[in-house]
């Protein structure tokens, strides 16, 4: 199972980033693996549609299950579609939305 995680980092302590489509990472973590990478966005600076192209990614990596502040409409509709569970965050570490997905404390968006 994949969860990514949007970040202001690199790595497992970066904090979390609560903007979505505009995040600066997308901190990927295999639960099943223990292994994690860190991916540049790079929508995050575009006119308009980075939610939707940022859904499209994290498609492509075959995430299950995305946490992060706030997602858009468009964005939402996206995720949706490709079947990517979306759970709110507000702010912390990426660990600690690891951390808080694995013991069910998050909320569905």
Do not use: W
């Amino acid at each position: 199972m994949k969860l990514a995680v949007t970040a202001q980092g690199k790595d497992l302590d970066a904090a979390l980033d609560p903007r979505f489509g505009r995040c600066q990472y997308f901190i990927i973590i295999d639960l099943d693996a223990g292994e994690h990478e860190a991916v540049v966005n790079k929508y995050s600076t575009e006119a308009g549609g980075a939610g939707v192209q940022c859904a499209q990614l994290l498609a492509d990596y075959g995430i299950d299950v995305l946490v992060t502040g706030k997602v858009g409409p468009k964005a939402a509709r996206a995720l949706e579609e490709a079947g990517i569970e979306v759970y709110t965050m507000a702010s912390g570490t990426v660990r600690g939305a690891i951390e808080a997905y694995r013991e069910g404390k998050l909320a569905k968006a």
